[in-house]
C-alpha cells in the first residue's frame, strides 16, 4: 500500500503542477502538527506552504514558485526543512501575527500584531509567514517596495535548512558577520542588527528585492550593488542560490505568470486597526518608560522596574542577586524576586527558583518543590526547564523512582524548543536506550505536548 506521503508527491509530480489542497492532508497535518486553524496547504518537496480558508489560492501558488525560483535547483536543502518540521505560512488581509498557531504566545500580542507582517522560522516556533497582501500587491501592503517571503524565507534557509546541510555554514556566516561589522558595512543599518538579519538582507539585494536609502537601508538593493559592496556575501549567496538569471518581479509585471493565470485582483486591501495602532503606540510609549534612564545604572534601572511589578525585571535583579553582579552576592534575596515574578506566572522565574530549591541556595533544599516548579516552568514551553525536568526525573529526585524514559520525553521537547543542554542531553539518551524506550519516548513527548497545548487553551 502506497504511504500517504509518497501518493500526495506522486500526484503533484504526475500533473506537473502545484496543487492547493483543502484540507491539507491528514498525513501532513500528522507529521508538520497543524493546527485546524488551516484549511489550506500546499506542497514544495515535502514542505508544507500553508494557510486559513481566508487565503486565495493563488497566494500560496505564488509561494510556492517564488520558493522554487530561489531554491528549487537546492531540494535538499527544502527536505532538511521538511524534516525539521518547517512551514510557510500565509495571512490573510485579516488575519495578524498572533492569529498564526505557532506565534500565538507572542506577547503582547499589540506589539506583535502590528510590529510586522513577517517572521522568521526557529525550531520552537517552525512557522515562517508573510501576509497575502504582499504577495498578490494589494492595496494597503505596508511592505510595497520590497517582497517579504524572500526575506522571511531567507531566514528559513539558513535556521531550518543549513544548519542541517551543512553544518558549517552558521558559523562561516558569523565570521563574516563579524568581518563586514569590522569593516563598517552596513552600518546603523537593519543588516547590521545580527548575523540572521544580515544574511536574510542580504538575499533579498541578491533578488533585486530590497528598500534602499531609508532609516533602516544604505544604497545596496541590488544583486549587482552587492556584488561591488560585500563580495564575500556575494559568493556565500551564490554557493546556496547560484548566480541565474531570475530576480524578483511583482506579479502585474511578469510576462508569464502561468500560476496566476485568470487572475485579475480582487477588492480586497490591507490597513491596520485603529485600535491595533493604538495598543502598539501605547506599548511603544511603556517601552519608553522602560528604557533606562540618563546616568541610571544598570542595578538601579532593572531595581526600578522589578520595584514596579515587572517580571522580567524582577527575573534579571534575581541573577544580580544570585551571582552578585554589580549588588553583593545574596541567595535570599535572589530568591526573593525569582518567587515575585513566580507569583506571575512567568516561567522564566519558576525555572530559577526551582534551581534554587534544586540547590539548596536561599531556601532549604526541597527537592518536591523544585520538580514543581520545572513543571509548572515546562508546560509553558520553557526549554530550559523542561531540561531541569527531565533532569530530576532522570535522577529520582522528587519522584517516587527515576524514570529515563519520561525524562528523555522531556529532553525531546527541550530540544525542539530550541535548548541545548536538553539537546546535549537527548544525545545521551540516545546511546543509553534501545529503540524501543526511544519509540516510547517520543511517544510520550507528543502526548506531553498536547496536554501542554489542551491545557493552553
Known amino acids: 500500500?502506497?504511504?500517504?506521503?509518497?501518493?500526495?508527491?506522486?500526484?503533484?509530480?504526475?500533473s506537473g503542477q502545484d496543487v492547493v489542497h483543502s484540507p491539507p492532508p491528514d498525513a501532513i497535518v500528522e507529521k508538520f502538527d497543524l493546527s485546524p486553524f488551516y484549511g489550506k496547504c500546499l506542497l514544495v518537496e515535502g514542505m508544507p506552504i500553508v494557510s486559513s480558508d481566508k487565503v486565495r489560492d493563488e497566494a500560496l501558488l505564488e509561494a510556492a514558485f517564488l520558493i522554487r525560483r530561489m531554491i528549487g535547483h537546492r531540494p535538499e536543502i527544502l527536505r532538511a526543512m521538511a524534516e525539521n518540521r518547517t512551514r510557510f505560512?500565509?495571512?490573510?488581509?485579516?488575519?495578524?501575527?498572533?492569529?498564526?498557531?505557532?506565534?500565538?504566545?507572542?506577547?503582547?500580542?499589540?506589539?506583535?500584531?502590528k510590529r510586522a507582517r513577517g517572521l522568521g522560522a526557529t525550531?520552537?516556533?517552525?512557522?515562517?509567514?508573510?501576509?497575502?497582501?504582499?504577495?498578490?500587491?494589494?492595496?494597503?501592503?505596508?511592505?510595497?517596495?520590497?517582497?517579504?517571503?524572500?526575506?522571511?524565507?531567507?531566514?528559513?534557509?539558513?535556521?531550518?535548512?543549513?544548519?542541517?546541510v551543512d553544518p558549517t555554514f552558521d558559523s562561516r556566516l558569523m565570521a563574516m558577520f563579524r568581518k563586514a561589522m569590522d569593516e563598517g558595512l552596513y552600518r546603523n543599518k537593519y543588516a547590521?542588527?545580527?548575523?540572521?538579519?544580515?544574511w536574510a538582507e542580504s538575499v533579498q539585494s541578491w533578488f533585486d528585492t530590497n528598500?534602499?536609502?531609508?532609516?533602516?537601508?544604505?544604497?545596496?538593493?541590488?544583486?549587482?550593488?552587492?556584488?561591488?559592496?560585500?563580495?564575500?556575501?556575494?559568493?556565500?549567496?551564490?554557493?546556496?542560490?547560484?548566480?541565474?538569471?531570475?530576480?524578483?518581479?511583482?506579479?502585474?509585471?511578469?510576462?508569464?505568470?502561468?500560476?496566476?493565470?485568470?487572475?485579475?485582483?480582487?477588492?480586497?486591501?490591507?490597513?491596520?486597526?485603529?485600535?491595533?495602532?493604538?495598543?502598539y503606540k501605547e506599548h511603544q510609549k511603556q517601552?519608553?518608560?522602560?528604557?533606562?534612564?540618563?546616568?541610571?545604572?544598570?542595578?538601579?534601572?532593572?531595581?526600578?522596574?522589578?520595584?514596579?511589578?515587572?517580571?522580567?525585571?524582577?527575573?534579571?535583579?534575581g541573577w544580580l542577586h544570585r551571582d552578585g553582579q554589580g549588588v553583593p552576592q545574596d541567595d535570599a534575596m535572589a530568591v526573593h524576586w525569582f518567587r515575585k515574578a513566580t507569583e506571575q506566572g512567568d516561567a522564566d522565574a519558576q525555572d530559577h527558583l526551582g534551581w534554587m530549591y534544586k540547590s539548596g541556595r536561599g531556601v532549604p533544599m526541597d527537592d518536591a518543590?523544585?520538580?514543581?516548579?520545572?513543571?509548572?516552568?515546562?508546560?509553558?514551553?520553557?526549554?530550559q526547564g523542561m531540561y531541569n525536568l527531565g533532569m530530576m526525573i532522570?535522577?529520582?529526585?522528587?519522584?517516587?523512582?527515576?524514570?529515563?524514559?519520561?525524562?528523555?520525553?522531556?529532553?525531546?521537547?527541550?530540544?525542539?524548543?530550541?535548548?541545548?543542554?536538553?539537546?546535549?542531553?537527548?544525545r545521551a539518551m540516545k546511546s543509553r536506550l534501545d529503540q524501543a524506550q526511544l519509540e516510547q519516548a517520543g511517544s510520550m513527548a507528543t502526548r506531553l505536548k498536547d496536554r501542554s497545548a489542551e491545557d493552553a487553551r
Open 89 to 113: 505560512t500565509i495571512m490573510a488581509p485579516t488575519e495578524y501575527t498572533t492569529d498564526v498557531p505557532e506565534h500565538s504566545d507572542l506577547a503582547p500580542s499589540a506589539y506583535w500584531d
Open 369 to 383: 518543590e523544585a520538580i514543581t516548579l520545572f513543571r509548572r516552568s515546562a508546560q509553558q514551553g520553557h526549554a
Open 192 to 198: 547590521a542588527t545580527n548575523r540572521m538579519e544580515y
Open 394 to 426: 532522570l535522577e529520582g529526585r522528587g519522584t517516587s523512582s527515576a524514570d529515563p524514559i519520561e525524562a528523555t520525553a522531556w529532553f525531546i521537547l527541550a530540544s525542539e524548543h530550541g535548548g541545548h543542554n536538553g539537546s546535549r542531553q537527548l
Open 123 to 164: 525550531f520552537a516556533r517552525p512557522s515562517v509567514s508573510c501576509g497575502e497582501e504582499n504577495l498578490l500587491c494589494l492595496p494597503g501592503d505596508p511592505y510595497s517596495t520590497e517582497n517579504i517571503l524572500i526575506h522571511e524565507f531567507g531566514h528559513a534557509i539558513h535556521e531550518m535548512g543549513m544548519v542541517t
Open 287 to 317: 517601552q519608553h518608560r522602560m528604557a533606562r534612564r540618563d546616568g541610571e545604572s544598570e542595578v538601579d534601572h532593572v531595581t526600578r522596574l522589578a520595584e514596579a511589578g515587572i517580571a522580567s525585571f524582577q527575573v534579571r535583579l
Open 1 to 14: 500500500m502506497c504511504h500517504p506521503l509518497l501518493l500526495i508527491g506522486f500526484l503533484v509530480a504526475c
Open 211 to 279: 528598500r534602499e536609502n531609508d532609516h533602516d537601508h544604505n544604497h545596496v538593493d541590488t544583486r549587482e550593488e552587492l556584488k561591488q559592496y560585500d563580495p564575500r556575501m556575494a559568493i556565500m549567496l551564490e554557493e546556496i542560490f547560484e548566480d541565474g538569471a531570475w530576480r524578483y518581479v511583482r506579479p502585474g509585471s511578469r510576462t508569464d505568470p502561468a500560476h496566476l493565470a485568470g487572475y485579475t485582483g480582487d477588492t480586497r486591501t490591507f490597513a491596520w486597526p485603529p485600535e491595533m495602532v493604538a495598543a
